[in-house]
């Protein structure tokens, strides 16, 4: 595991998302994807307990102070976070979270970084109870015809 101390004097800044009412934050380092391991055992309502991450290769997991934090917090790897869902803590559920990582989350993190306002970027937005990834694009956001379809089902079931 790494320690590295953040040059920025508060802390790095995490981008947050929101899956079912629980936060995860994740960050790009050095363009890789991290995600805080705190937030990802809310995720899976399940601790990720020393042994899981001593079992990841050491490139996998780091601390990183974050802004907010008193603490360093616990990181994984987008790599070490799919060995962590799909490996060492099965269960049928974590394939619907590592679509939503996988499609929504990693992409959005990634347009994040990308500083051209003229550019398409991922988001995601809060629309009538749930959050989605959207299109910002030349002052207009974009969604998904599927995820358009999704979220007026599921407002008109209620």
Not at 54 to 62: K, N, P, V
Not at 89 to 101: A, D, F, G, K
Request: charge should be neutral; include cysteine.
């Amino acid at each position: 595991m790494n320690l590295s101390i953040s040059p920025a004097d508060d802390g790095l800044i995490p981008t947050l998302f929101v899956r079912y009412n629980r936060q995860l934050r994740a960050l790009l380092i050095e363009q890789q994807a991290w995600f805080v391991v705190r937030d990802l055992s809310k995720l899976i309502n399940r601790p990720v307990e020393a042994h899981l991450i001593g079992r990841l290769d050491h490139d996998q997991s780091r601390r990183e102070r974050l802004a907010g934090s008193p603490e360093p917090e616990l990181l994984v790897s987008e790599s070490g976070l799919y060995a962590l869902l799909l490996i060492y803590c099965h269960h049928p559920e974590n394939r619907s979270l590592r679509q939503w990582l996988t499609n929504d989350v990693v992409p959005t993190l990634r347009d994040f970084s990308n500083h051209d306002v003229r550019l398409p970027r991922r988001r995601m937005q809060h629309l009538l109870g749930e959050s989605l990834p959207v299109m910002d694009w030349q002052g207009n956001l974009w969604l998904r015809w599927r995820d358009a379809v999704g979220l007026m089902e599921n407002h008109l079931r209620a």
